[in-house]
């Protein structure tokens, strides 16, 4: 897979959300926060559609001291072959500062713990399948 082909894909995708996000649902309202499951449904289907490989959702969560207490934190991005990360919502988060992350490498996301992969296909016939209904 390239790469820097698929980083000009992801980052038009984002680019485009951020426009028409007062557009979308109450959910994208404040994108990034709060909505990367929705995002990376919709990128990964964006991207299949664009001719680029299946994906996997990732949902990693962590605990987060927010000067008070502890609470726990989601974040979900996409994975390509369990090796190539692509997450527009991480910057969210304070530390990151990349608004596109297409990458093999990403020590930030290996802190998270990983509690749900799945294949984005299987969304995507759900989606179908309803819409038949």
């Not at 992801?10 to 929705?38: A, N, Q, W, Y």
């Not at 964006?46 to 008070?68: A, H």
């Not at 207490?69 to 692509?86: K, R």
Request: charged residues 20%.
């Amino acid at each position: 897979m390239d790469i820097k082909h698929l980083l000009k894909y992801v980052e038009l995708f984002h680019d485009v959300i951020i426009e028409i996000r007062h557009d979308l649902s109450m959910e994208f309202t404040l994108f990034p926060k709060g909505s990367c499951g929705s995002t990376c449904l919709f990128l990964g289907l964006f991207l299949i559609q664009n001719g680029f490989e299946e994906f996997q959702i990732i949902t990693g969560e962590k605990y987060f001291f927010n000067g008070y207490f502890h609470q726990e934190i989601s974040l979900s991005w996409l994975e390509c072959n369990q090796s190539l990360i692509i997450d527009i919502t991480a910057y969210q988060f304070h530390e990151i500062e990349s608004k596109v992350i297409v990458t093999k490498n990403s020590d930030w996301h290996r802190t998270w713990k990983v509690v749900e992969r799945n294949n984005i296909l299987v969304f995507i016939k759900l989606i179908l399948y309803y819409h038949q209904i």
